[in-house]
């Protein structure tokens, strides 16, 4: 069931059989000469909301924008702050604990939000355990390329020029879902050259083009297809283990 | 054009020929026994979506969660503290800004956005005002219930029964475009009472089913049709003030 | 009864019979070649005290500061920005709620404070919102040309040249109460241009002498004593809402 | 000259000659069953306003809301947390510093205020520090009881029951500048205890009726005319020092 | 060379030839019946204190508190909230980059800091992103555990019982640095259980001992020696990447 | 004791007998020509420490990096921002509340870190006097050269060129603990200038190589001796006050 289509008192009885709950997190950042902006929050998304047709549990709304300040210097990118990014993460937990949920999974596309969001989990945790005995919480981070099975798949598909950003497995996510948005555009160098970063200055001057280490004309619907269906049912697997209220 | 289907070169290009964009904004929060916690986000992102269709100009991702502190009593509500959603409104105003936009117009759907929205513009241009000359920088924030001719053609539609949460035009326009997710649900009052509030637990007990003034069922998809169009034809005679590059 | 001027132990007695307070606020900012730089907090503090004689009911100290960050490129402006008149508010609340004060109504004299103040007290609420059932606080924001009435009295007393900054009515007020600072300045236009603006650049080079909309030469200290007496009672009927302790 | 009284144009001719202000800074506290509420914030604004008649300089609006948590438990009492107070302070320093101030004098009137204000001015400096080389600025905090020859006049006024909290000093001035407020009440003990304490509750605990050290009931009006006229002078021989522009 | 042991101008000497420096961070927190509440800090600090004897590099103060809110349930824990020790990493970092260093390695003890590290480094670079090109600013940061050679070592030292929290690895550097603060207390179990955890309450339930998946008991100072060397060698190497100044 | 070379429960036994603990604070900051860059943190670590030896009281990490912004145009300084410290003292303070200790005394070395530590003092105890009736918190701050009999044997020691920054008596105490790190250096003048400042950039104009009315070539390691003795001797002297539990 997605919260966002639900009413208040339809959220109302589904808490008392479960206390879980998916919230899809994102990035709108620039994915290089051939991926959209969107594309980490529409992976997300799109293996969330999937993955709530095969199981029985409540998806969120996607929280689109992530941490990207690393892509700042590509026009289109929109990034929170580390700080910003904790503080929302910190509210929609307050509101959902608030509302009752108590095993918050947070089903993430974009690998730089990772460090962030395990840090709102730090300072919301830092917080509680400063109070007399609350009532446990468990907030979960799951990126969906690092659900069981998945990182085995790319590599089938992927033997090489998956790299680390444009990555053909996202891209291809994207063109199965959104096939109007699909780009054609000539790549050069055909696969990018990957490495380390610290700003979007620094970014842009060692990844001109925006990709890192990912030849995205790679990309095929039909691999996106079934790389959402292999991540959204290891996302059911995930969530079995918060099944009871 | 969406933003978030878009890769960072066409950006780019759309930039040299205009620098406006218009980033919907709303809520997830409860909205009465038959309206959908989506609501405010989904009204927000249709009509901007459909302006973006009739004009030439971009739309930024939704921004789907507002400030809902008053309706935290009800399970599903999703809120941002208003300092929270001020830290993120400046982050979205400074990426955009940086990409090269000059003109950011917030469409938003939820009428308690309006005070934290508007003292984010006060926080962002406060930090302006002690800069030596920066480039001019345009913010606008439009209710699309606001927008020139739309409460003229509510109160033509809604002679009675309109009120202020949870509004027959507001489910009416979710209606048309999700209408697998219309809810059928006896109201009781018919007509919701009205009035002020203060904070969550002062809001439900004034308002025990979270309506507030509105009977809800008077919600007709056909009335959400006619609801979008207009709303998105005068976004788009908005945009048209913000053309030129 | 001025707060500044009893003793705690008059306070005790006081919250005996009522929970009641006017909280004047101002700014202090430029005003055009004849206005006061400290209009705002003037008129805020000397309707409130009137009130305060004519009802019975406490007055506490002025905030002379507020939120003007358009008005920094004149100088003498002395500007709060937003995120710091939120947290004088919360202090402000935190302290008087503490005190035993349950109806906390801020008498706002500038246009400016209106939405900082508004989403001041959404973050009090919001925290509030989120704590187990704590005792009900009921905020107000009444700016003294919102009073009932006064809207209607500016127009028949200024049926044009009034405008929306140093306007005559403000002028006259500070006029009658500060009659050993009236200045006289020749102006030029009679009435200045009005309309929108972003920052402190944008506003000045938009209205270069600082006034907008107004032709401040209208003022006259007898119709400043008018538009006291009569804001006065209107916050007079205003408190007797808040009078049962 | 008042800064409030003064139009924006004065002020630009002013620092012209002069580029030196002072801020009265107080608090809004109980000072024991004879003392008022605005004790503090009264001191500090009359001994600056006499100052600024006797010498040629520029006095700004008083900061009327101090840091007074340890008064807390007293009703009426108004305190902003220290780091509110800074954000006041900083606000206030950067907006007269772009106005072109160059020396700026803060006249406090509450010694809870002195570490807190100290500590507004390292932040600022901590700032400017890491910045290319700005223009240089003065931040200076003077405590009017701390002027060259005023703790040696107090010696000599109150050879003892002078204490440190709602002392007869300070209600003195406010007993010759506000007649009409004059309480009369009886004290007991005649003296208070002394000493430290940490939080309000422990201050209540300690300080019973508010007072420490102090035996208010030595409070004359003459001293207080005395006192202010000292204090001034002293005032008048710091701000000589900042004289050019 | 040791920064603290330096003056300024051998500071400024030594800029000339390089701009590397190590900052050792670490933890105070509850390391288990055996492990001394500094360990993580003193692991830090004997490591890079090594290397720097071994290589020619600077080496920093200690940052000796990390962020431990899981272990506060346990007496002695010294915990920063994630926020505060970002705050703490962006002045070093401000303060270090003033001074002209460019290469700022963090040698951490204790994996609790990883994700609010990488957090502050990313605040960081959010700001410098969006400023118009900064000089280039290398952040990194390195566990010791996590340096090249160090994970097979401990796998052959301790084919079992090494675990995650108060491992014998740590404790045996400090047996080697520290042998009059030896503990020797008897285990129960002799291995703890392992597993996750969420704040203080939870993980104190799950690890009454406080210990995660070791057996403290394996410790042997000359293990400690062992490891310190092959530790600060590797360190050695890392630095030597950011020799030229 | 220390702190961090005991386990967690030696702490909770130590509990039981006392519930006081010594924090040791200073500051990484230039010293001059001849300090080292750790002076003020050597000096509150090794009079905490030794006092440690003589007394039996619980002695914690030492808080290395203080508020230092003056001397950032000395490189090697490590300066935190003020309000980035009080945060690290109110975490220090929150965790060892809730370990149980009552009585915190910073021992400090810095004479730029009292006002802030004073003001992280006074937002925790703003925080506590907002709540019901917390358990009474005792936090004391002491600088070592304020230490009882301290100042007068500085006069006895340095009838002259003692001054206020790099002075002869802490660069004595680490003459003597660090007696490999004694730095033989030529000054010139003999004493430096001493006054007022603002920033780092008005800090170094004022005074060229750091010093501050100090001769710094008076140090010698047994008056280092001596002082520690009689400060670590005070310090014990102080803690008796709250040795009971």
Known sequence: ??????????????????????????????????????????????IARRAGELGDFLVGPTLSLGMAQSHLAFPGTISLKPSTLMAVVQDVVASLSNSGFRHIVFLNGHGGNIATVTTAFGEIHAHRSLQQDPENLNLVLKSWFDLPGIRKLLAEIYPSGHGSHATPSEIAITQHAFPHAVKQVALDPQTAPDGGFSDAHDFRRRYPD????????????????????????????????YAKA
């Open 1 to 46: 069931m997605l919260l966002v289509e639900a009413t208040w008192k339809e959220i109302e009885s589904h808490l008392a059989t479960s206390r879980a709950i998916v919230m899809p997190i994102g990035s709108v950042e620039q994915h290089g000469p051939m991926g959209l902006l969107g594309t980490d929050a529409m992976c997300a998304e799109i």
């Open 210 to 241: 925006g990709r890192k280490g990912a030849n995205s004309s790679l990309a095929k619907p039909e691999d996106g297809a079934r790389l959402t269906e292999a991540a959204a049912q290891a996302l059911v697997q995930e969530m079995a283990k």
